[in-house]
């Protein structure tokens, strides 16, 4: 593949910089459709900001805001983000769950090459799906996105949903101390595990926060996990709920229910009747409270429950004729020998290969070949002790059955396969490309839990 279209910033023209903030740039943000050559200016850069009072953390921002600037489409309009990069690091921009052709996907040395420091990238390409999506780096993950380079991506519906108002929630742990100075991303035994976990949880880069919804009506939450560990229990108890899409993807609404585990990268979009004003609702994760959202007066004649959400057009997997590829994810510890050798941590493999994220030739090796156009069902064991947030690229898959749970089938980017578990999936190999196929939890797919898949 050619890679083009990284462009060197002269200086700082093109990036308009507002003026400098007490203790660190800050950076304006160009809004939409003002230049014509972008829709957004999206700087990445440096930033101070209180996650623990008190204390500054000097966080990475995507326009000048950790968790990153919400970006909105429209669903089948073109997006088109001039990405800046103003870290210390090359970087690039993955867009979690666009289904969009490769050269856009952000993968470096396979989608195009990283952009340096001083550099600028045109990202440009049709939103085909309507939901909650959200975009990080694909590199350096776990220090990247631990910093705060997380955001999320909205696409709306063409025709009025029936949802007058929504919020969008962002979830985030950060790996900071009691005085807001990170800890580390990543520990090995930690890594070896579950994944490090943040020590600080917040929600839209706020701990605890209290969110005001208005009285009566039904509002649409979107609960992203942007986390690069955890998995939320989410629980909103004595509420009234009901999912209404799953992982950007429309699903039959059903009520939220006790606890819905969301992994990380998973998304989450309910209804939520907002009770009469005065009340308090806590968003929790199992035990822990997250949010509480606060209900105030509204002048508005109470909402309804708002009908399904128009489905995006996914192709139907042709389960009759689908040939079954068969991936075990596997601990792998004891294969470490690269450690001693100077190398990264390898403690997880998918079919006895571990990926070597140093190593710009994997995509190379795809672990699959799929023939474009055909059906295929993927067979997903864990055969560990932890949960992977199974996440592909490029594609949406059908989730099909489990031998641990029932499955309403529904489509999604993103699978928490639990401990043990083998669920099966399917998709239609209609976007070629070479795919990461990857554990979201940072630390397994910087540690081994990633391959490619071809579709050719
Ligand atoms: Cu959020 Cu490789 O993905
Ligand atoms: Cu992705
Ligand atoms: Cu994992």
């Not at 210390?88 to 989608?111: A, F, K, Q």
């Not at 499955?407 to 998709?427: H, S, W």
Request: proline share 7%; aromatic share 10%; hydrophobic share 40%.
């Amino acid at each position: 593949m050619n890679f083009t279209r990284r462009q060197i910033l002269a200086g700082l023209a093109g990036v308009s910089v507002l003026g400098l903030g007490a203790g660190g740039a800050r950076y304006w943000l160009g809004r939409p459709d003002e230049a014509k050559t972008h829709d957004y200016e999206l700087i990445a850069a440096p930033l101070d900001v209180e996650l623990v009072p008190g204390h500054r953390t000097f966080v990475w921002a995507y326009g000048g805001q950790a968790p990153g600037l919400e970006l909105r489409a429209r669903q089948g309009d073109w997006l088109r983000v001039r990405f800046v990069n103003h870290l210390p690091e090359p970087s690039t921009i993955h867009w979690h769950g666009i289904r969009l052709p490769l050269e856009m996907d952000g993968v470096p040395y396979v989608s195009q090459l990283p952009v340096l420091p001083g550099e600028y990238f045109d990202y440009r390409f049709r939103v085909p799906d309507a939901g909650s999506f959200w975009y990080h780096p694909h590199i350096a993950s776990g220090e990247q996105l631990g910093r705060g380079l997380v955001g999320p991506l909205i696409v709306e519906e063409r025709e009025p949903t029936g949802f007058r108002h929504e919020r969008t929630l962002t979830l985030k742990s950060w790996h900071v101390d009691a005085q807001g100075a990170f800890s580390a991303f990543s520990v090995p035994r930690e890594a070896a595990r579950g994944g490090t976990p943040g020590r600080l949880t917040t929600v839209n880069g706020e701990a605890v926060p209290t969110l005001e919804l208005p009285a009566g009506q039904i509002v649409r939450l979107r609960i992203l996990n942007l986390d690069n560990t955890l998995t939320y229990r989410l629980g909103l108890p004595d509420a009234e709920a009901r999912i209404y899409a799953l992982d950007g993807h429309p699903v039959a609404p059903r009520p939220l229910g006790e606890e819905y585990w969301l992994g990380p990268g998973m998304r989450l979009e309910l209804g939520l009747r907002v009770p009469a004003a005065g009340a308090e609702l806590s968003l929790r994760n199992g035990p822990l409270r997250l949010a509480t959202l606060k209900s105030v007066t509204s002048g508005e004649v109470s909402g309804d429950w708002p009908a399904a959400l128009p489905a995006n057009s996914l192709a139907e997997p042709d389960l009759a004729q689908a040939e079954t590829l068969r991936f075990n994810i596997e601990w792998a510890g004891a294969l470490s020998e690269s450690v001693t050798q100077g190398g990264g941590f390898k403690f997880w493999q998918i079919n006895g290969q571990a990926w070597d994220i140093g190593d710009r030739s994997c995509a190379e090796r795809p672990i699959a070949t799929l023939r474009q156009g055909r059906s295929y069902v993927f067979e997903l064991r864990n055969v560990s002790q932890y949960q992977h947030p199974i996440h592909l690229h490029g594609m949406a898959f059908k989730v099909l059955d489990s031998n641990r749970r029932t499955i309403v089938p529904y489509f999604t980017d993103t699978y928490l396969l639990g401990r043990n578990e083998t669920a099966r999936v399917a998709l239609v190999a209609d976007n070629p490309g070479v795919w990461m196929f990857h554990c979201h939890v940072v630390d397994h797919m910087e540690t081994g839990l990633m391959a490619a898949i071809k579709v050719a």
